[in-house]
C-alpha cells in the first residue's frame, strides 16, 4: 500500500449494502419469523436475532448466520411466551443492524368477578396480565340474549373494574355474564376472560 492510502477499503471490501423492510410476525405461540429485503450482492449472509418484552438483550436465531441472498427466517421458540418483540437484521460482514418495528401479542385478563344485584347495574372486576395494553374491552350480556357493550368499555391501560355505568339496572334472578380483554391500537388479546353472577 502507497504512503498516503493507509486504512483505505477496496471497492471489494465495503460493507455490504443493508437490508430494509425488515418486519416481524408471530410464529406459533412463542416464535417469531423474520423477513426482509436482501439489497446486498456482496454479502456472505445474515445475522438475524430477537429482543422480547423490552429486554434490552438480543438473542439470535438458533440458525444464525444464514446463507447470502436469505430473505426470511423463523425461529420456532423464544423461550416462553412474548407480549412484545422485535426482530433485527444485518448482512455480514460489516453490514448495520436494522430493527423492525415492535408487535404485539396481549396477553388476556383472567379471573372476571360480575357483581349482579336487584335495583344496581352491572360491574366486574378482573386481573391485569398485560404490560402493553392501552385499555379494556368490556361486554355483557342478561339471560343468554346477546352480547352489549358496557358502558364502561374502552377503560384506561392498568384498569381493573368496570364500575357501574349506566348498564340497564337488574330486576333480580337475571344470569348475568360478563367478558373482558385487553386492547392496544385496534389489537385484542386472543381471547375473553368471561365472568357470570345471578341478580
Not at 477499503?9 to 426482509?36: F, M, R
Not at 439489497?39 to 436465531?61: H, L, R
Not at 349482579?116 to 350480556?141: C, F, K, L, R, V
Not at 385496534?186 to 353472577?197: C, E, F, K, V
Amino acid at each position: 500500500m502507497r504512503p498516503g492510502k493507509i486504512g483505505t477499503i477496496a471497492s471489494s471490501e465495503k460493507p455490504p449494502n443493508d437490508p430494509t423492510s425488515v418486519v416481524a410476525t408471530p410464529l406459533g405461540l412463542g416464535g417469531v419469523t423474520a423477513t426482509w429485503v436482501d439489497n446486498a450482492t456482496t454479502e456472505s449472509g445474515y445475522e438475524v436475532e430477537y429482543e422480547k418484552n423490552d429486554s434490552g438483550t438480543w438473542v439470535a436465531f438458533t440458525s444464525s448466520p444464514y446463507a447470502a441472498n436469505t430473505i426470511t427466517a423463523d425461529q420456532g421458540s423464544t423461550s416462553g411466551n412474548w407480549e412484545k418483540i422485535r426482530v433485527r437484521v444485518k448482512a455480514t460482514i460489516g453490514g448495520n443492524w436494522v430493527i423492525s418495528a415492535a408487535i404485539y401479542k396481549l396477553i388476556a385478563p383472567t379471573s372476571v368477578v360480575v357483581t349482579a344485584a336487584a335495583g344496581s347495574p352491572i360491574s366486574a372486576t378482573w386481573n391485569d396480565n398485560s404490560s402493553y395494553e392501552d385499555g379494556y374491552e368490556i361486554q355483557y350480556q342478561i339471560d343468554g340474549a346477546g352480547w352489549n357493550t358496557h358502558t364502561n368499555s374502552a377503560t384506561g391501560a392498568n384498569s381493573t373494574s368496570s364500575g357501574d355505568g349506566t348498564n340497564p339496572t337488574l330486576d333480580g334472578g337475571e344470569f348475568v355474564e360478563v367478558r373482558v380483554r385487553s386492547t392496544l391500537a385496534g389489537q385484542t388479546s386472543s381471547s375473553w376472560a368471561i365472568g357470570s353472577d345471578t341478580a
